[in-house]
């Protein structure tokens, strides 16, 4: 990924002829069906409970931050000035999907990274109180590498990947598409 990047003319991502979505980035780390079918545009259920709440959440916290900032096909959570330091913060209504979470947010910080600006970025999660700092690492950014290609496999593939029970299906948008 890094030689698709021209990281010194501040001409960021031009190479690369697709980028996930920080959707994807967070599917991928729960499910790589939930990837394939968000890649097909096929989204999940909207009337999902856990779904709605988790937007109730996101519109109402942190109202005096500029929120929902897009930047190509990333939407950013909440994005403040921090002392002259750029912040990102990404809402999310509970830690259960910690790490989901904070690799979206990391591909965030990647992305900003290649446009020329460094960031620190925040996980905030309102309901419990709960606040970690992130930082974009050497390790994390290959991880990340990884993650994309995979993606990008995974977007071709003609039938979804196989179906494994985990602990995340029970609150899943997908249920019905998955286990019916």
Do not use: H
């Not at 996980?123 to 990340?144: A, G, H």
């Amino acid at each position: 990924m890094k030689d698709d990047f021209d990281q010194t003319s501040g001409q960021a991502e031009k190479n690369r002829p697709t980028k996930p979505s920080g959707t994807l980035i967070w599917y991928y780390y729960i499910c790589p069906r939930e990837v394939w079918f968000m890649s097909r545009q096929l989204n999940p259920s909207q009337e999902n409970p856990f779904i709605e709440i988790g937007k109730l959440i996101s519109e109402e916290s942190y109202e005096r931050e500029r929120k929902e900032v897009r930047v190509d096909n990333i939407v950013i959570d909440v994005l403040k000035d921090s002392g002259g330091k750029v912040l990102v913060g990404e809402v999310k209504k509970s830690s259960r999907y910690e790490k989901s979470a904070m690799m979206q947010l990391c591909y965030y910080l990647l992305r900003l990274k290649y446009l020329g600006i460094e960031a620190k970025g925040l996980l905030l999660f309102p309901k419990e109180k709960k606040r970690i700092e992130v930082n974009l690492s050497p390790e994390i950014e290959n991880e990340l590498e990884n993650a994309i290609n995979e993606i990008e496999m995974i977007k071709q593939i003609s039938t979804p990947p196989k179906l494994k029970k985990t602990r995340f299906c029970a609150k899943c948008g997908y249920i019905e598409v998955c286990w019916s």
